[in-house]
């Protein structure tokens, strides 16, 4: 580790297999915390390049509890994390407004790292147990349009590395590879990202495995559509800047979507959402990033035609009835 931390501090880059090999190494316990801390600071001072990204992400897919879920046309929705807004938890709302629509999500999620709480913090708080039982995953897709795949479940091998990115503290690249690494390789992704140099590495690596993909990065930073500034929204072979005023909303300030400072207040506003009682910016938000995910499984829906599913979705109830059925499945 000595040599590649003087090679990345003389502002070098790593090749594909460089890469591959040192995060399957880190997961084999190869190096100690301070040697893994330092790794992981140096993509703080510099963006990741491709390469690098494409090794990480092949060492842990390689490396990853596998599951077969190819029989669904599945999405999933979410976003690198650590834009440090400290929203309410977009993503996985709409993930459950997309199921309520009946398309099938298969959600890829963690615990908060740089932010108060992740998805898995919010849906363990409401009663959702972990599983990466293939069997009770595909029963939950069934029933509820959704399942959840709790990261530390798929991918073992860097426990030890969650303890270092809690004392970080901070967004490292691993905020990047998680949208990149769900373990059941979902056919379709929405995912959000922190500034425009990921978005770009994001495309160039999403048109080389061939994913049916969209992404979006607002441009005062947020990793998700927040309606507070315009946004880009980059596709296969569209590139659009696009302003809240585009989608039929209203431009919010970024109060409006301001999430909890604890676990339970998180929770608390996400029950709020589901129950179809969310402020007007809060749904609104909620709505747009559902209905840009229903334009990638369709790519023939207008804009306004997927914010009308959403609406249903959410307001009717069947997003709500999405997430009983799924804590209720096992």
Request: charged content about 20%; overall charge neutral.
């Amino acid at each position: 580790m000595k040599q590649i931390l003087e090679t990345l501090f003389e502002q070098k880059y790593l090749s594909k297999t460089q890469a591959k090999e040192i995060l399957i190494n880190i997961a084999n316990n190869k190096y100690n915390e301070i040697q893994i801390a330092s790794f992981m600071t140096v993509f703080l001072m510099r963006p990741i390049q491709v390469e690098e990204l494409m090794g990480f992400r092949e060492a842990l897919l390689e490396l990853a509890i596998k599951i077969d879920l190819s029989d669904y046309n599945t999405i999933d929705m979410c976003g690198t994390g650590g834009d440090g807004k400290n929203t309410f938890n977009i993503s996985t709302l709409s993930s459950f407004v997309v199921a309520g629509t009946g398309n099938k999500v298969s959600k890829h999620g963690n615990y908060g790292v740089s932010s108060t709480c992740g998805s898995s913090n919010v849906l363990e708080y409401l009663g959702y147990e972990f599983t990466n039982n293939e069997d009770i995953l595909k029963k939950q897709l069934d029933k509820a349009n959704i399942c959840f795949l709790h990261a530390p479940l798929f991918h073992p091998a860097l426990k030890n590395v969650g303890s270092i990115r809690r004392n970080l503290g901070v967004k490292t690249f691993f905020n990047i590879l998680g949208p990149l690494v769900n373990p059941s390789n979902p056919t379709n992704q929405l995912v959000g990202v922190f500034n425009m140099k990921v978005a770009r590495a994001y495309k160039y690596l999403f048109e080389n495995i061939n994913h049916n993909y969209a992404i979006v990065h607002s441009l005062d930073g947020y990793d998700e559509v927040s309606l507070t500034s315009d946004f880009k929204f980059i596709k296969p072979v569209t590139e659009q800047l696009v302003s809240p005023e585009d989608t039929g909303m209203v431009r919010l300030k970024q109060e409006d979507i301001f999430g909890g400072d604890s676990v339970k207040s998180s929770a608390e506003i996400f029950k709020k959402i589901l129950d179809g009682k969310g402020t007007e910016a809060q749904n609104s938000v909620v709505f747009v990033n559902s209905a840009l995910a229903l334009q990638v499984i369709d790519s023939t829906l207008r804009l306004e035609d997927a914010i009308g599913l959403a609406k249903d979705s959410l307001l009717s109830g069947k997003a709500k009835q999405s997430l009983k059925v799924l804590i209720e499945t096992k």
